[in-house]
């Protein structure tokens, strides 16, 4: 169903769930981990999908499997560094399906190393897709939401926007950022729009792959083979905060391993 306002008047709600079927979701980074398992999710419950990632094989596959279980996706690769590819998929969903309900921004990079190490490339790889690779969204995603009365930001940080740790200084620095920016889009966006930053702490994906420095590497790769939770845990916070009625923000959603510091 649509996301619309739900009756407040006389201090009375209404209570059923906004739900997922029909809504039209957008995801980066959707090739792969926390953003295909969402994707995925989303779909299985009724969303239509428009996918966006770098690798346009990936996300063939991945609309395939989709429309394969009765389910509806769209794909557009997308570079979330180039303002012009946000724009791209959010001008998709519009042209396929007529609106956009939610941009999940999920694409991110964790080329993670000790400060001493010089990696600026990296340095500069993580601020441009963490950082810019969110703004970018919301300079696409915010005039059609406006447009449109309604619409959700729905953010992936992380627990290092919450803790810093050795090695991830420049990385975390890029959280704590996206953390704030969606607080000030929060605030910001008045009562037809809704802003939620989800962050993860340990998940069994390929995100110690990133980083370049073997010793890091090795350690978050052991880390994750003994406590990581699936990338599936990070697509039912989101789906949580999307099926809330539409006068129901959650602003803020952390979840991380029961085993994690």
């Not at 340095?123 to 897709?129: C, G, K, L, N, S």
Request: hydrophobic residues 45%; glycine residues 12%.
């Amino acid at each position: 169903m649509a996301d619309s306002a739900a009756g407040t008047t006389a201090g009375t709600t209404t209570d059923a769930p906004a739900g997922l079927a029909g809504k039209v979701v957008a995801v980066t980074g959707a090739g792969s981990g926390i953003g295909e398992a969402t994707a995925l999710l989303l779909a299985e419950r009724g969303a239509r999908l428009v996918l966006g990632a770098r690798r346009t094989g990936r996300l063939a596959d991945l609309a395939a499997r989709i429309e394969a279980a009765g389910g509806t996706a769209a794909y557009v690769r997308t570079d979330v560094t180039r303002r012009d590819d946000l724009h791209a998929l959010v001008a998709l969903a519009r042209e396929r399906f007529g609106r956009l309900d939610v941009l999940v921004a999920n694409a991110g990079s964790g080329a993670i190393s000790p400060l001493d190490d010089l990696r600026v490339e990296e340095w500069d790889e993580m601020v441009d897709v963490n950082v810019k690779g969110v703004l970018h969204g919301i300079g696409a995603a915010l005039p059609v939401f406006r447009a449109q009365g309604s619409g959700h930001f729905v953010t992936v940080a992380s627990t290092a926007a919450f803790r810093v740790l050795p090695a991830m200084a420049v990385y975390a620095g890029t959280k704590v950022a996206v953390r704030a920016i969606c607080e000030g889009l929060r605030q910001e966006a008045g009562d037809g729009l809704r802003v939620t930053t989800v962050s993860p702490g340990a998940i069994g994906t390929g995100f110690a792959e990133a980083s370049t420095n073997p010793e890091v590497r090795a350690r978050i790769t052991d880390m994750r083979d003994r406590i990581a939770i699936p990338p599936s845990a990070i697509a039912h916070a989101i789906a949580y905060a999307i099926e809330q009625p539409a006068y129901v923000d959650v602003s803020e959603i952390v979840v991380r391993p029961t085993a994690q510091g």
